[in-house]
């Protein structure tokens, strides 16, 4: 499985949008980019997925770098519930769904 | 939509006995189940995929007779810890996912098993 990268950890104020970055310079054409969040002592959260173009959903936005080699997870106005670990995830379409997980951001909300 | 319960949500146990974890779907049919283990501070680690009806599909370096995936039906597959022992204490969590609702893969909350 091809390898992300993440900053371990982030911090951003409450109300301000937040920008978590992915590396991801080995990727493949059929590789999607996958994000999930943890909140403490729960399992992961799925926020959203791409291939290529840009996505919108309720949770936040991904930017997706033209040459896909990099990636951005935006919350467009972080709240202290969005503190959590946030994975950024290649999952090969071929590969039978499985996800990898990485060491992933940890984001800090500040009030 | 989208629920995935796990049992029992915390377990003490003596070494050497064998603990059974439950994963269920609760409003959708399972195509896939995924476990994981993640220690303190680290990120979750896939230990195997179970289909349902056929064997789980382990990840290398984890022991197969140690961890038994059971998949009896679309909504339900079982982790049965043998033999623990504390270094088997962990996080487990399990996923699943639906065939033909894309790519997203639906996270239980967990059981944190402590094994003395």
């Known amino acids: 499985d091809a390898k992300t990268t993440q900053p371990n950890s982030m911090e951003s104020n409450e109300e301000e949008p937040v920008h978590l970055p992915c590396n991801h310079s080995t990727i493949s054409g059929t590789d999607y980019i996958h994000w999930y969040r943890q909140l403490p002592s729960q399992g992961p959260e799925y926020v959203i997925h791409?291939?290529?173009s840009n996505v919108n959903n309720r949770m936040a936005s991904l930017a997706i770098a033209e040459d896909r080699k990099s990636s951005t997870l935006i919350l467009h106005r972080a709240t202290l519930r969005d503190a959590a670990v946030y994975y950024c995830i290649l999952r090969d379409m071929d590969s039978s769904y499985k996800l990898i997980f990485g060491s992933g951001t940890r984001l800090l909300v500040r009030p | 939509g989208a629920v995935v319960s796990q049992h029992p949500s915390r377990v003490i146990c003596k070494s050497g006995t064998s603990v059974k974890i439950e994963c269920r779907s609760l409003?959708?049919?399972?195509?896939?189940m995924f476990w994981y283990r993640q220690f303190p501070k680290q990120s979750l680690m896939l230990m195997a995929t179970s289909n349902e009806g056929s064997k789980a599909t382990y990840e290398q370096g984890v022991e197969k007779d140690k961890f038994l995936i059971n998949h009896a039906s679309l909504t339900l597959s079982t982790l049965t810890v043998t033999s623990a022992h504390p270094e088997d204490s962990s996080f487990y969590i399990c996923?699943?996912?639906?065939?033909?609702?894309?790519?997203?893969?639906?996270f239980g909350p967990g059981t944190r098993l402590t094994v003395l």
């Open positions: 409003d959708f049919q399972a195509t896939t």
């Open positions: 791409g291939l290529t």
């Open positions: 996923s699943a996912r639906v065939s033909g609702r894309g790519d997203t893969q639906y």
